[in-house]
């Protein structure tokens, strides 16, 4: 299992802003195991934390052609290179001191700060890292630039770059990363813009810090006053701040990223729908750290140390047999005072067939995470087949969930489960969830 990392030793650099020309330092500090990527602004005299994360993110109305955070009216600018070494290097934890509202921008590219985490040093941490798994698809488009992340088992990024411009013909580039690949392919490629777009854009106040040494100027006929480091260096540059977009989510990703003249409107418009499927997830997820023994009874207190469910969405009275991994039987005793009886139907009560195989789902999860292998983890309820009802269950009806283990693997898991009354079979499913780190 990978886990976290930050630096060895505090190093520091100094450089001037690519927007705003301003001379800035920045010292990165090693930090502890579940930190995250924080900045501090040191030339204040609260010397605020703003972390990384996609809460603490500026629009692109206020942080135009760049990557921003910014937390109580303190702010932090044109992170995204800085944030696509850390994500490159597999850096999880790091503070980074800042004297100035904006990231040095160096030769812009990451090379920098790649170096200075060398130097520093890497180490590895106690706790494991905590990747992202997209779990289902997600499509982005404006005007003619459109991106798109799937479930993949690594991490993929698949782009394509068609500017309306000679020197900017269609490039393609796909790449799997690690260390090596990002330091070797990625990390040298440099921001750049049109001969047409300079000018203009530093009338508005962008890019303001920028040269010919530090931006690819692309002319008519080629790059004004320096040389490609390669052919492809344009497509590269916007892997680079892909990215350094996506890790402000605040942790790495496992997904295919595909996208077509894609650029940090819409990276962080992604990264948004990133951060909202995550929660989503996260709240629907069975989890747990409760230690349970083979065959103990838990009552209510403990089962909801084990799930995430409370009143009104709590279908599991008591645990009365648990075989971790195996097996488990679950009790729920039905009574007119259970809310959906108010719906379902006034003048006849009956129980929803649906909320039955809820409850038998719930009951699943507790057996598959009580296992060791699947401590701290959760489970997603993901299918439910071969359902059949055979009588409605009433209030007075005690309901026993009886669950078996069918495969279960490292990342998925299947169960039969039985509802019964009186020992009669009310309903059956066969049941799927995916297991996933918490």
Known sequence: MDKQRTILKELSLSGTGLHTATKVKVTFKPAEADTGIQFVRTDLPQRPHIPVTPAFLLSQDRSHRRTSVGKDGFEVHTIEHLMAALAGMGIDNLYVEIDNQEVPGFDGSSKSFVDALLKAGIREQDKPRQYYAIKEPI??????????????????????????????????????????????????????????EAQELQRKGIGCGASYENTLVVGKSGVIKNKLRYEDEFVRHKI????????????????????????????????????????????????????????????????????????????VDRIIALEKGKHATGLKNVTINDYFFKGHFPGRPVMPGVLIVEAMAQVGGVMMLASEENRGKLAYFMAANNIKFRKTVVPGDQLILDVVAGKIKSKTGQVHGRALVDGKVVAEADLMFALVEA
């Open 139 to 196: 499509f982005l488009e404006e005007d003619n630039a459109s991106i798109m992340a799937v479930p993949s088992q690594d991490f993929k990024v698949s782009y394509t770059l068609s500017y309306d411009h000679p020197m900017l013909k269609i490039q393609f580039k796909e790449l799997c990363f690690n260390q090596e690949i990002f330091r070797d392919e990625i990390a040298l490629a440099r921001t750049f813009c049109l001969e047409e």
């Open 240 to 315: 680079l701040d892909l990215l350094g977009d996506l890790y402000v989510l605040g942790q790495p990703l496992k997904g295919h990223i595909i996208a077509l003249k894609s650029g940090h409107l819409l990276n962080l418009r992604l990264l948004k729908k990133l951060d909202q499927q995550r929660q989503r997830y996260s709240s629907a997820g069975v989890g747990t750290n409760l230690a349970v023994e083979v065959g103990e009874e838990l009552d209510v207190t403990q089962i909801m140390q084990v799930l995430p469910h409370r009143e009104p969405f709590l279908f």
